[in-house]
T-cell receptor, first 112, second 111 residues
Framework: GDSVTQMEGPVTLSEEAFLTINCTYTATGYPSLFWYVQYPGEGLQLLLK???ADDKGSNKGFEATYRKETTSFHLEKGSVQVSDSAVYFC???????????WGAGTKLIIKP | DVKVTQSSRYLVKRTGEKVFLECVQDMDHENMFWYRQDPGLGLRLIYF???????EKGDIPEGYSVSREKKERFSLILESASTNQTSMYLC??????????FGPGTRLTVL
């Protein structure tokens, strides 16, 4: 069945470092792909999405490109801030399916 | 903006109690979901509903039931709470096949 694999955390970086959180997926057809973020004590919120191959989603300085050839949707940011400390979830939505398939989440810790 | 509210942010119950968690959305979305979130396990789907009075089991429905009498409200019921149901519970809604919108979560502790 469909699945999402993302890198285990926690990932600890210094402020202004470059961030990559890896996400790969297994799915039939052409799923939509998402990154959600969960700040401490809050629910999840959509960070960015891409609905077809080669699409690039971007928001708040974060980017991710839908790579069908490598079945990946890696999250990147050029210069992280302490306020980016959160848990990041990669997810996919298969065509015609109400549900999202979730990765396990990656905790990001940014030190000043 | 979509607003999803959950009845409590924190809840403490005793083993064997019947527990109700309520979720209300104001965007007329058809689909609603209940998840639990545990460290190292990510999000696991308990139940979802794609219409009033309709429900589908998710990955871990055992020990839970749900009710959706009105479109805007989706309730999760723990018939007899147990300590292994201590968790963060997240409600989400979706108006289509794609993105979901989440409430702030209820952290339930069962003693």
């Amino acid at each position: 069945g469909d699945s999402v694999t993302q890198m285990e955390g926690p990932v600890t970086l210094s402020e202004e470092a470059f961030l990559t959180i890896n996400c790969t997926y297994t799915a039939t057809g052409y799923p939509s792909l998402f990154w959600y973020v969960q700040y401490p004590g809050e629910g999840l919120q959509l960070l960015l999405k891409a609905t077809k191959a080669d699409d690039k989603g971007s928001n708040k300085g974060f980017e991710a490109t839908y790579r069908k050839e490598t079945t990946s949707f890696h999250l990147e940011k050029g210069s992280v801030q302490v306020s980016d400390s959160a848990v990041y979830f990669c997810a996919l939505s298969a065509l015609g399916n109400y549900q999202l398939i979730w990765g396990a989440g990656t905790k990001l810790i940014i030190k000043p | 903006d979509v607003k999803v509210t959950q009845s409590s942010r924190y809840l403490v119950k005793r083993t064997g109690e019947k527990v109700f968690l309520e979720c209300v959305q104001d965007m007329d979305h058809e689909n609603m979901f209940w998840y639990r979130q545990d460290p190292g396990l990510g999000l696991r789907l308990i139940y979802f509903s794609y219409d009033v009075k309709m429900k589908e089991k998710g990955d871990i429905p055992e020990g839970y039931s749900v009710s959706r009498e009105k479109k805007e409200r989706f309730s999760l019921i723990l018939e007899s709470a147990s300590t292994n149901q201590t968790s963060m519970y997240l409600c989400a809604t979706s108006g289509g096949l794609y993105e979901q919108f989440f409430g702030p979560g209820t952290r339930l502790t069962v003693l």
